[in-house]
Nanobody, 119 residues
Framework: QVQLVESGGGSVQPGGSLRLSCAASGFTLPDYAIGWFRQAPGKQREGVLCISSSGGSIYYTDSVKGRFTISRDNTKNTVYLQMNNLKPEDTAVYYC????????????WGQGTQVTVSS
């Protein structure tokens, strides 16, 4: 069955970096776009970044431009979210999800990984 497992979350100080991984199984990763989303306490889930099946990236929010990048390694069935210069407002649970395209509705979700940015 389709499975997405996020990892790499943790606690960092402002200005720090983390790399999140989304390990995929049960489907052909190169055929799908993968989106990263986040949900902060008391807030609605928001889209962060998406990588298309061809490798192009789309930012869902301007707040991470210049700080976050997305990449994929189809040989490892994994999509990465590199987060640099983290800010306290980046604190959230981060989820990855499969999408037919970056503008499609998400189909399958991972369980999420917590990112906490605090001094």
């Amino acid at each position: 069955q389709v499975q997405l497992v996020e990892s790499g979350g943790g606690s960092v100080q402002p200005g720090g970096s983390l790399r999140l991984s989304c390990a995929a199984s049960g489907f052909t990763l190169p055929d799908y776009a993968i989106g990263w989303f986040r949900q902060a306490p008391g807030k609605q889930r928001e889209g962060v970044l998406c990588i298309s099946s061809s490798g192009g990236s789309i930012y869902y929010t301007d707040s991470v431009k210049g700080r976050f990048t997305i990449s994929r390694d189809n040989t490892k069935n994994t999509v990465y979210l590199q987060m640099n210069n983290l800010k306290p407002e980046d604190t959230a649970v981060y989820y990855c999800a499969t999408k037919r395209t970056c503008w499609s509705v998400a189909d399958y979700w991972g369980q999420g990984t917590q990112v906490t940015v605090s001094s």
